[in-house]
């Protein structure tokens, strides 16, 4: 498996608009745009700082993940996301490999990205994102 870069950190936020405010106010990030991804019940803001993002994410559903999330553990970081050459390919290794994951197959996130979570009892505790662009 060939990794790009660290391509975005996840970050809970109860809305977007009061989530915005550090990273914008404080930070000085700019707001690269937002998308409201139906099947993962989520809507996601990004902020680029440098070639990775800040991406914070607010649920549009009581039953969506990023609620459960919210509900369980607070606002906050939730997942960090490695960029990769080949998502298939890293997929394959992985299960090879043995490592427990959320997705078998890969599923189109924000800005059409094909993404995959590995499982957090496999990472140490980590949600870890997979993703490749294009």
Excluded: Y
């Amino acid at each position: 498996m060939k990794i790009l870069k660290i391509d975005h950190l996840g970050i809970a936020v109860n809305s977007l608009e009061e989530g915005s405010k550090f990273w914008t106010d404080v930070m000085g990030l700019k707001l690269h745009g937002s998308e409201t991804v139906a099947e993962q019940k989520v809507t996601t803001a990004f902020f680029p700082v440098g070639e990775s993002e800040v991406e914070l994410l607010v649920s549009t559903s009581p039953d969506g993940p990023i609620a459960k999330f919210i509900e369980k553990k607070g606002a906050g970081f939730q997942h960090v996301a490695f960029l990769v050459e080949n998502i298939e390919e890293a997929l394959a290794e992985l299960k090879e490999k043995g490592v427990a994951l959320i997705d078998q197959t890969p599923r189109i996130g924000a800005g059409g990205c094909k993404i995959a979570f590995l499982h957090p009892k496999a990472t140490g505790g980590v949600l870890v994102e997979i993703s490749q662009r294009g």
